[in-house]
């Protein structure tokens, strides 16, 4: 009978035990959820607009991305999206490039921020004159759903390489603020060609070498005719844009040091945007098996970019580096020299 009682009296303790256990697991989860629960403080920002003095609402992070993503996908009434007075809104920063720049990390870090709302696919509405002929309201339908003082960020790396998109953009909003995140251009063409060599090879074709493309075989000069160098003349697009939008409506994100030191690039961006800083270090973790930093919203949260990002490039005849950054170099020094930033590429 005793022997009974004990068991049942054992039984009774675990379970209390694991009830304890759990909410002190609750709570702690909570409190990581917390820190981005703090009042964000009045975003005065050169956008313009009823709400700029408003205070964006307390929410937290998880209930951002969990309730915004519903609506995304269209799991909402009209009553929930009035309820929370949600809206679709155009963007009010867009990064228009460059491609393998590191784009889509910068789009998911600023995601972090409380007061931004990504766009998550590509949308190509000013670079694609298919989606641009569906119309603004379009555009605007594609975007997710944010409250009236959170500003919507896309990002689409082909317009800045994109003849039409600079005039196509000035007309939509032409005080809308331009993000450009570049890397050394002879990485960044590198990149690039490992992409399309991917690409070729999920579907069992054979491709050229770097080297063979990048190269003109007659010339044995650099081959501008080849993309993935032209992309990295970065000045010859700034120079179509500036035609349209003055020097200070750019904000150049150096992409190098987004991959090895994230957190001073983002309050970089924080600054040019106008958003009172929210991202902290605690929002960015290194992972040493992916070789890059991951995001972290939360205790319970946090993400790695795809293994599409962060690719092995292939081995380059280093002469053929050698002759590509000399190439590249009166380019850089007249984009340093445009932008105000200098970046000690060689
Ligand atoms: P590689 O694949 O050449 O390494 P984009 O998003 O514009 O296509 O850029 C892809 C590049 O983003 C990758 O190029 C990678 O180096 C860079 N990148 C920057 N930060 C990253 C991160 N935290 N995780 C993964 N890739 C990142």
């Not at 030191?261 to 960015?284: A, D």
């Not at 995001?295 to 690719?311: D, E, P, V, W």
Request: hydrophobic content about 35%; glycine content about 4%; charged content about 25%.
């Amino acid at each position: 009978m005793l022997f009974k009682q004990q068991v049942w009296l054992r039984q009774k303790l675990l379970v209390l035990g694991s009830l304890a256990v759990g909410s002190l697991l609750y709570l702690v989860a909570r409190v990581g959820s917390l820190d981005r629960l703090q009042p964000i403080c009045p975003v005065e920002s050169r956008f313009g607009g009823a709400h700029n003095q408003a205070e964006l609402p307390l929410r937290a992070l998880q209930f951002k991305r969990g309730l915004l993503h519903e609506f995304r996908k269209g799991n909402s009434s009209k009553e929930q999206v009035h309820l929370h007075d949600l809206v679709q809104q155009l963007p009010k920063a867009i990064i228009i490039g460059v491609r393998k720049g590191g784009t889509r990390a910068l789009l998911e870090m600023l995601n972090l921020h409380p007061a931004v709302v990504k766009a998550s696919q590509e949308i190509h509405f000013f670079d694609n004159d298919e989606n641009y002929a569906k119309g603004i309201e379009w555009y605007r339908k594609k975007m997710p759903f944010s409250y009236p003082q959170q500003i919507t960020i896309e990002k689409s790396p082909a317009y800045f390489i994109t003849e039409e998109v600079p005039e196509r953009i000035y007309k939509m909003n032409s005080s809308i603020k331009l993000l450009i995140i570049v890397r050394e251009p002879t990485t960044r063409a590198i990149s690039d060609y490992t992409q399309v060599l991917e690409g070729k090879e999920r579907k069992n074709k054979t491709y050229y070498k770097f080297e063979k493309l990048a190269i003109d075989p007659n010339t044995c000069e650099v081959n501008t005719k080849y993309k993935a160098v032209r992309t990295s003349i970065y000045t010859k697009h700034l120079e179509r844009w500036l035609k349209y939008f003055p020097i200070e409506q750019f904000h150049i994100v150096d992409g190098d040091r987004l991959i090895t030191e994230p957190l001073p690039e983002l309050q970089l961006v924080e600054k040019f945007l106008n958003l009172p800083p929210r991202i902290s270090q605690y929002n960015l973790y290194f992972n040493a098996t992916r070789g890059f930093y991951c995001l972290r919203f939360n205790i319970i949260f946090n993400k790695c970019l795809a293994g599409s990002k962060g690719r092995i490039h292939p081995e380059v005849d280093p002469s053929v580096i050698t002759k590509l950054r000399k190439f590249f170099h009166p380019f850089n020094q007249k984009f340093y020299q445009i932008t105000g930033r200098t970046l000690n590429w060689p």
